[in-house]
């Protein structure tokens, strides 16, 4: 039976309300800038395309936009933003209408990066910031200029984990928004309780992809880089800068999305996943692969354990004044079926 004929999901709309293209950019809130653009750069890679008193602004080596990441200076660490990019302006009118419909709070914004363009940011909900765009300053690609990578060399943000209570009541909302299902975990039982999903909209394994824990919080964020070796000598340059103790699980080959990868955290504890290695999407008649909560493989393709911090840590999200959105428990520890 394929995942849509159980009847438990409406089928990811082929005519979504407005047009997503992909993930985009990150904001996260830091307590030392200094700290976080040298993990970030020095360490990682990315390139700094402004700075100013207050925020560093990041970019990957196949970005012509002026940035990815945005580190803002805070006195506490929070997730301020999930960025996706949209297809036009129009698709910004469209989304401030239908969110407005939907009674989200919504505000309009203008981008930091001194081109005026049109930013629409707005709580959706299941309780995340997000901020929608277009149009962005350019900025100089990256790509072949080898003489200046270096790290993990980053070739594009990739994707972002949520953490939330429940994937199941998550996933009608981007099936809505026409994302579409790659893989998932489910919890073997009469139920086939979803555990963990990955969805997608440009056509590789996923952009958004979702783990049960207390929510919303951000999980991680992924960036693509070039090959496994870049993941090696990631890892290899900060052990020497005295960061050993930040890479938290891998590196390894996961089972979902078959990919390589490695964990890390920066300064601040925000997570940060660099990944390689996934496969083609884009086809009309692809089916999700379902992995059983209990296969050891499924997090971790060699069957390594998983630490309790991946599971139980995250970082917070805030409103659009800056408060702290509450946590709601999960309704199911995936940790309960399996010790892996």
């Not at 307590?31 to 395309?49: I, Q, R, W």
């Not at 800056?322 to 399996?338: C, H, K, Q, W, Y």
């Amino acid at each position: 039976m394929g995942f849509f004929d159980s009847g438990k999901f409406e089928r990811p709309a082929a005519d979504p309300p407005f047009d997503v293209m992909r993930t985009a950019r990150v904001e996260f809130h830091v307590t030392d800038l200094a700290e976080s653009k040298h993990f970030y750069a020095d360490l990682l890679g990315l390139v700094v395309t402004e700075e100013t008193a207050d925020a560093v602004y990041l970019r990957s080596y196949e970005d012509r936009h002026h940035h990815c990441v945005a580190l803002v200076k805070a006195e506490q660490p929070k997730l301020g933003a999930l960025g996706f990019r949209v297809r036009s302006e129009e698709d910004l009118d469209r989304a401030h209408a239908w969110y407005c419909e939907r009674g989200c709070a919504v505000r309009w914004t203008e981008a930091p990066d001194g081109s005026g363009a049109r930013q629409l940011r707005l709580v959706d909900p299941l309780g995340f910031q997000v901020e929608l765009f277009h149009a962005s300053a350019p900025a100089e690609l990256m790509q072949q200029r080898y003489h200046l990578h270096r790290g993990a060399r980053p070739a594009r943000i990739d994707h972002f984990n949520l953490m939330v209570p429940d994937v199941e009541a998550a996933l009608p909302y981007y099936f809505e928004l026409g994302f579409r299902i790659s893989e998932y975990i489910a919890h073997d039982g009469p139920e086939d309780r979803i555990l963990g999903a990955w969805t997608f909209r440009k056509p590789d394994v996923h952009d958004v992809s979702f783990t049960t824990s207390h929510g919303p919080r951000l999980h991680h964020v992924g960036f693509y880089v070039p090959d496994s070796t870049a993941i090696l000598q990631a890892c290899d340059g900060l052990a020497a800068a005295g960061y050993s103790a930040e890479i938290e699980r891998g590196p390894g080959r996961h089972g979902v999305s078959a990919a390589y990868f490695v964990y890390l955290r920066d300064p601040d504890g925000h997570r940060v996943e660099l990944v390689t290695m996934d496969y083609y999407t884009g086809d009309p008649d692809l089916e999700p692969i379902r992995w059983s909560s209990s296969d050891p493989m499924r997090r971790t393709f060699w069957g390594h354990h998983v630490p309790d911090s991946w599971y139980t840590e995250g970082s917070p999200t805030l409103d659009l004044d800056g408060a702290p959105i509450p946590l709601v428990d999960p309704v199911r520890d995936e940790r309960s079926v399996t010790t892996t």
